[in-house]
């Protein structure tokens, strides 16, 4: 399982969340919603520093990143974040997970 950040999220994260080399911001399974895989539950994300990464990418300097307790959430799939340009807000899509 990986985490795949467009370059668009990138800045957007840089912009919206003041991002800077050395910050963590972790995708995790929050109770409320759904998603693709499990009703009642969605997507997460916010600046926390982590106790046990499960599954981390580096760009920037910048540390995205999900617990290994929530990698459950994730079905075997790789999350990619993009932005949804017209709304200016992040996108988020699951792929099954690849080795590469």
Known sequence: MKILIANEAM???KEEMEAEAGDYIRFYARYGG???FH???SLG???ES???????TVLDDVHFYIEKADEWFFNEHDLHVSVDAALN???YEYKPATNS
Do not use: T
């Not at 982590?50 to 981390?56: C, Q």
């Open 50 to 56: 982590p106790h046990e990464i499960g599954v981390e």
């Open 39 to 41: 009703e009642g539950f």
């Open 34 to 36: 759904s998603s693709p």
């Open 45 to 47: 994300m916010n600046r």
């Open 11 to 13: 800045e957007w994260f």
């Open 89 to 91: 807000e992040l996108k």
